[in-house]
């Protein structure tokens, strides 16, 4: 209904409750959904609201969804909710508020006064924004980690995202007339969201002043708790890395991999490709394999051989000096050396950002990619510097038995419940989330006269000393370091189970998974059967759930392509055995494919995606000196503009390298 016509009165029958545990003050447990419209204006960039529409669910009942046009009719909303509503905090759930708040800014804090805290992902990304009469705006999308839509349909809220039902492309005037429609659009939007939340809410047990802010925060809590059953505090103290260990640690960790191979850059092609993955490769790491768990301590005089002699009783991180390195097979197609983690490069020869041949590298590197490097390189000379080294241990009992767990959870809610098997999924997922957390992370300050960001530093030594005492602090930062080694390292083992005699070929690899042709299957077989003998020698059985079991670790097959083409990383395309033409090409959505008019031949170089059939945005912040009235009306402050853009499809050089000289001039010590 329209906001005119809602008894706000109602909200005050809505008891408030006191915080518990540590937690001071007290809340309303109505949770509230907003959102707003937007709509371009005839000429200029600035934006405005055209709708908003706000949802109050209590006690496992909708109370109402109500909707208005301007900025002004939502702000007297959040004033008679402030008002009738008991309790100081309220908590107002935006799914991406990142965009909403743009809009609505001037306007809160002309009526609300600043905001007394906020924290921000980085520029332009708030999570929460609090105000000091108690109203605690909060992104909902980050908790998700997916949009609206998809959120409603996992979760199978009794409201679902109206789609289609609102033309994004039509021009309205703040005195616009909804039609039923878009009434059914803007309401259902709010009134999904506040049944998720409250399915989250009841999944996890939570009360709503104690909802995670992030996805990741759903399993931090229950792993905090469990760490402080088992004295994790102390051990953390232990071993943690000290403040110029942490520099190193920052150069030796690195991301997944991904990259193509050079040799098949734009071709099509038409022999079964098969991908396999990895049933949940990083949480398999952490509990496979041995890692770090002594403070490291320095030595001298060693080198390769000697590292990788002792590589399965110590961890090391350390610099490695190579003269003249080149891979042993010219034609290798996956190369591991990262020229962007080099310290100093000089004259490499790249393969889209991965190193062929150079004259001389530095780069600081953990034992377990050491392995990898020396299958893989040939060099005239070698220097190991700035060795540490650390005793190898499998991570605490309590951490790998909560790891577990959550495998387990995931498995037995596979096809059950939808509320359920998102949240195991995504706490599995985060456990590896919480080991390559940053430690210290800068302050990102939104200046609210302008709008613009100020970074505040907090990378040094003194806030690491507050970081090493808290007692939250239980995961080492090296634990996350040696998970991606790990993860790289079965990536190749992997790799080598194409069948090369037969001319199998390695196509493409994106972190987990791996595309190519020719698999041998029987060594697909035996490195599953190790990854299982691994979990064995832990004390971990497979799980198994009726009459199928689980590996973790295991690859499996995912998909099978007819047709194949890459364009590098994060840039290819593929028929399934359904004839169907998929994309994944980064900054374009998945219904992109529809410009290639079912030809995969016309994924090339130079391949114009059209912004208007994949709904790729460009982003343009106005950021205004004062709120203003333009001639149809309506009430303008800040805005987004959001404007169809083209995505160019490019690629690395089509020879598939190029030669760069490049002496970098800085150096680690």
């Not at 109203?135 to 349909?153: H, T």
């Not at 909802?211 to 708790?225: A, F, M, Q, W």
């Not at 002594?294 to 080198?303: L, N, P, Q």
């Not at 990383?569 to 494919?593: C, E, F, Q, S, W």
Request: aromatic share 14%; glycine share 6%; net charge negative.
């Amino acid at each position: 209904m329209h906001y005119s016509l809602f008894d706000f009165k109602q909200l005050g029958l809505i008891r408030s409750y006191k915080k518990q545990g540590f937690k001071k003050g007290d809340y309303s447990p109505c949770i509230i959904a907003a959102d707003t419209e937007t709509s371009k204006k005839v000429t200029g960039s600035d934006n405005h609201i055209c709708a908003f529409s706000i949802a109050f669910r209590y006690d496992n009942k909708n109370i109402g969804s109500i909707y208005g046009n301007n900025p002004n009719e939502f702000i007297d909303c959040i004033r008679n909710i402030r008002t009738y509503l008991k309790g100081h905090d309220i908590y107002i759930f935006f799914h991406n508020l990142a965009y909403d708040w743009v809009f609505i800014r001037k306007f809160m804090i002309n009526a609300f006064g600043e905001p007394v805290k906020q924290l921000n992902t980085k520029p332009h990304y708030p999570i929460y924004i609090e105000f000091e009469n108690g109203i605690m705006l909060k992104d909902s999308l980050i908790l998700s980690a997916c949009n609206l839509d998809k959120w409603g349909e996992d979760l199978d809220v009794e409201h679902k995202k109206a789609v289609d039902k609102w033309d994004y492309s039509a021009i309205r005037n703040q005195d616009y007339q909804f039609t039923e429609d878009e009434i059914l659009y803007i309401q259902n939007d709010v009134l999904c969201l506040v049944e998720c939340i409250e399915k989250v809410l009841n999944t996890l047990n939570k009360y709503l002043f104690a909802l995670p802010y992030t996805n990741t925060g759903i399993v931090r809590g229950e792993c905090k708790s469990i760490g402080k059953k088992n004295d994790a505090h102390r051990f953390f103290k232990k071993i943690a890395p000290t403040f110029e260990q942490l520099d190193k640690l920052m150069y030796l960790f690195h991301g997944g991999y991904t990259h193509g191979n050079r040799a098949y850059y734009g071709r099509i092609i038409t022999s079964l490709v098969e991908c396999y993955d990895f049933a949940s490769s990083y949480p398999f790491c952490m509990i496979a394999y041995k890692f770090p768990m002594t403070a490291f301590s320095k030595i001298d005089d060693m080198g390769i051989s000697d590292i990788l002699k002792l590589k399965d009783k110590y961890a090391f991180m350390f610099k490695l000096i190579l003269i003249k390195p080149r891979l042993k097979n010219p034609d290798y197609p996956m190369p591991v050396l990262q020229f962007s983690k080099c310290l100093k490069a000089i004259n490499p020869v790249l393969d889209n950002g991965r190193i062929l041949s150079a004259d001389y590298i530095e780069i600081m590197i953990t034992e377990v990619d050491l392995e990898i490097i020396e299958n893989q390189y040939i060099y005239d000379a070698h220097i190991c510097t700035n060795i540490e080294y650390a005793i190898k241990k499998y991570l605490p009992r309590w951490f790998t038995d909560f790891v577990y767990s959550l495998y387990i959870d995931k498995c037995k809610l596979k096809n059950g419940d939808p509320v359920l098997y998102a949240i195991a999924k995504s706490k599995l997922n985060s456990c590896y989330g919480m080991c390559v957390q940053k430690p210290l992370k800068d302050d990102i300050v939104e200046v609210y006269g302008t709008g613009e960001f100020d970074i505040e530093g907090k990378y040094n030594e003194e806030n690491y000393q507050k970081y090493l005492n808290k007692q939250s602090s239980i995961l080492p930062y090296q634990w996350g370091v040696w998970v991606t080694a790990y993860a790289l390292k079965n990536l190749y083992i992997l790799g080598d189970c194409i069948d090369y005699k037969r001319g199998g070929e390695w196509l493409y690899s994106d972190t987990d998974s791996i595309y190519g042709y020719l698999w041998d299957k029987k060594k697909v077989s035996k490195y599953n059967d190790n990854c299982l003998k691994m979990l064995q020698d832990n004390g971990y059985n497979p799980v198994k759930i009726k009459n199928k079991i689980f590996v973790l670790g295991a690859a499996t097959l995912d998909k099978q392509c007819k047709e194949f083409i890459y364009h590098g990383a994060k840039r290819y395309a593929y028929r399934d055995m359904d004839n169907d033409l998929h994309i994944t090409v980064a900054g374009v959505p998945k219904k992109g494919v529809e410009c290639l008019h079912d030809n995969i031949g016309n994924f090339i170089k130079g391949f114009c995606f059209d912004g208007i059939i994949t709904g790729k945005l460009q982003v343009e912040y106005n950021f205004i000196d004062d709120i203003y009235i333009d001639i149809n009306g309506n009430i303008t402050g800040d805005s987004i503009n959001l404007s169809p853009c083209d995505y160019i499809l490019d690629s690395e050089d089509p020879a598939g390298f190029y030669q760069e000289s490049i002496p970098m001039s800085y150096d680690y010590e």
